[in-house]
């Protein structure tokens, strides 16, 4: 996973790339990781980009597990946008659903400048 703050258009936010998935307790891990880049310089949104991952090994459940805990990894977050190719985008409406129930704004992507445009506006 490779993470670094990007900015547009003025507001600043944390970009993620993984370019595998290998499992739950890996992405964990990394979440962990990067949680002080949240504090540490008050980041509120974040771009996390999938593209490049193959999704046939990843199931529902784990997805789900994943975005639940998505809030309470980064409190500070308040606004998501996943980048993920199109054939994706159906996999990843638990994102979106489970945003929504915990107070975060989760939205999803197929093309990194519409989802920058998302993430940055006011």
Not at 11 to 30: G, N, P, Q
Not at 62 to 85: G, Q, W, Y
Request: proline share 2%; glycine share 2%; with cysteine.
């Amino acid at each position: 996973m490779k993470a670094s703050t990007s900015t547009h258009n003025g507001k600043k936010y944390l970009h993620i790339t993984r370019s595998s998935y290998t499992d739950l307790d890996d992405v964990k891990a990394s979440r962990k990781n990067i949680i002080p880049l949240f504090q540490d310089l008050g980041i509120e949104r974040f771009l996390s980009d999938c593209r490049n991952i193959n999704f046939d090994d990843v199931s529902s459940i784990e997805l789900d597990i994943l975005a639940k805990d998505l809030k309470s990894d980064f409190p500070s977050c308040n606004k998501v946008a996943v980048l993920c190719e199109p054939d994706s985008l159906n996999l990843f409406q638990h994102y979106e659903n489970l945003g929504a129930n915990n107070n975060l704004d989760v939205q999803l992507y197929s093309e990194l400048e519409s989802a920058k445009s998302w993430l940055c506006e006011s």
